[in-house]
């Protein structure tokens, strides 16, 4: 098959890259500009060479028909859209955070469906940020499943820069699902939910503080830089996030026009914490990482949870435990380091 995969140089597309070449498909992957694809060129030369892996330049997703021309050059079967702004360090929040994630999903939807009429499947790479409703914090004894929705608004979202980040990925959700309640278009959907994404990272890592957001909150413990992060508590492994992107097309024609929640489970970044402790313990030593309370993952009242029996029963979807995650990424990091990251 052949797949269009936007924001190739991401941290979760290259993953799903490296997937997708894994079975034998071939991908053409959008990032911003030329440069940005000259890693991804390298670390998958084998694919470039045998033109199973191509590039093209969309350097802004929210032009209308931004999409049209790379999805005119090939007969694409899936189209992956991955690309979204995931950082904090916004001055303006509607331009740089909503305008790129609602535009740019309906930008590409509507693009699929004027123009290229082979594509059967577009899945979203939305956010259990669509998800969660944070004004209820950890709501002890909630259970979120697919038919939860964060109530957040356009407004909510203009306030800060983290409300902006929850309301882009909810307002690009909705607007993917009224797009194809209004257009009925020949393709069908599959949104995916997943909480934090973390794992080693496939990307270009051009300096550790250049991280993908979510990883830099377990690189940032590990280089005693900082405390740990709380915020969101149920997380995923970057590759099974990646082979869910897979199922989402592939082997699944159940996931047709539905949502999913993908996750492993709970998680307190204290767990990052122990494990470096226990695994690294000199290093721990050295960069002076607080302990904060080993083995206090959660408060007495409890924590929300996620129900990912949808993911299981459809998808097939397995999920990494996080001690595996924590293994291969960290080992990532040194490697990083030891190369002068
Ligand atoms: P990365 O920052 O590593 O990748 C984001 C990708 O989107 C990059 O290719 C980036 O391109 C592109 N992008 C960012 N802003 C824009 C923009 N304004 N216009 C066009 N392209 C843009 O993040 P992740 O891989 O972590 O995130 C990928 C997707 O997964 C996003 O949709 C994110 O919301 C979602 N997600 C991530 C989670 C996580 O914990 N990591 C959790 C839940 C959802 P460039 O390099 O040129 O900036």
Known sequence: STVLLTGANGFIAATILRKLLERGHTVVGTV??????????????????SDKLKFAVVDDITAPG??????????????????????????DIDEELLQPAIQGTTGILDSVNRVAPS???????SSFASVVNRTKGTWPGKVYTEADWNPTTREEGLKDVGSGYYASKTLAEQAAWDFVKEKNPRFTLTTLCPPM??????????????????????YDIFNGASDPRYGVWVWI??????????????DAAIAANQRYIVSQGNFSPQMF????WKHYPERA?????????????????????????????DLGMKYTPIEDMLRDTLKRFEDLEAEGK
């Not at 694809?37 to 390298?42: I, P, Q, S, V, Y």
């Not at 594509?119 to 790479?125: E, F």
């Not at 492994?237 to 592939?250: G, I, K, M, P």
């Open 66 to 91: 931004a999409f049209d021309e790379v999805l005119r050059a090939y007969q694409f079967d899936a189209v992956l859209h991955t690309s979204s702004p995931f950082r904090y360090n916004i001055t």
């Open 237 to 250: 492994d970057v590759r099974d996030l990646a082979e869910a992107h897979v199922l989402a097309w592939c």
């Open 197 to 218: 994404v973390y794992g080693p990272p496939e990307q270009e890592v051009p300096s550790m503080v250049k991280l993908n957001v979510s990883n830099l909150d377990i």
């Open 273 to 276: 914490v122990d494990y470096i």
């Open 32 to 49: 911003r500009s030329e440069s940005k694809a000259t890693f991804l060129r390298e670390q998958f030369k084998a694919a470039v060479d």
């Open 285 to 313: 030593a050295a960069k002076g990482i607080n302990k904060h309370s080993p083995g206090k993952y959660y408060s007495d009242e409890g924590i929300y949870g996620v129900d990912t029996s949808k993911s299981v029963k």
């Open 119 to 125: 594509v059967k499947r577009v899945v979203v790479t």
